[in-house]
């Protein structure tokens, strides 16, 4: 009697936890921009542990090295763009400990030079995952979800590497369930049965 009601007490702990899961995917899905206040709908409290906020830090950043005064540059129209420019956000990008409150502050602003500069990258290089992943970041703050789609299924397309495919196909999977958008079946629909992919 005794292990039954322990079986059925642990299956009303696992039905609440996933009700619970389910609630907060919800609250996050319908204000994706703001997930504290969506988690305090829920009961959760947002404690601010004395550091500066994401827009104290981006106002206060400046250029730190050559790369940084290069971007800055050209998001604020000084320069045009280049391959330069482009080289200059990979190289900041991939620094061990890179500026970010510089460059999110271009993002969070929706600059439209850095979504060019995206772009321009992408067209060079359509699979590359940073690029990628940065176009769903920018996307947070201008949304354009046909604009996704087109460059994640053109990846998704071009890329033959499984791991990769894999890194690609989940990011534009997750990137976009906020938009109420499920890309894993309209990416299952663009491919053979019998490839790999569709696997």
């Not at 940073?130 to 397309?157: I, K």
């Not at 791991?163 to 369930?177: D, N, P, Q, T, V």
Request: charged share 35%.
């Amino acid at each position: 009697m005794s292990e039954k009601k322990d079986k059925f007490n642990e299956e009303i702990e696992r039905l609440e936890n996933e009700i619970f899961r389910d609630r907060i995917k919800d609250a996050l899905a319908e204000n994706p921009g703001n997930y504290p206040e969506s988690l305090e709908d829920l009961g959760f409290t947002w404690h601010d542990d004395g550091y500066p906020s994401e827009e104290e830090e981006e106002g206060a950043a400046k250029p730190e090295n050559d790369h940084q005064r290069i971007l800055v540059s050209y998001f604020e129209g000084e320069t045009e763009l280049s391959d330069p420019v482009l080289h200059a956000l990979s190289v900041e990008r991939n620094r061990e400990e890179p500026n970010y409150p510089l460059i999110r502050k271009y993002f969070r602003a929706a600059n439209p030079r850095l979504k060019i500069l995206i772009l321009f990258g992408l067209e060079k290089e359509p699979a590359d995952f940073v690029l990628l992943t940065d176009l769903v970041f920018f996307n947070e703050f201008d949304r354009n979800l046909s604009e996704l789609v087109e460059h994640f299924t053109r990846a998704c397309r071009q890329v033959d590497d499984p791991e990769k495919f894999s890194e690609i196909a989940r990011e534009f999977h997750y990137g976009k369930l906020a938009d109420g958008y499920s890309a894993l079946p309209a990416l299952r629909d663009i491919f053979d049965e019998s490839t790999d992919k569709r696997k």
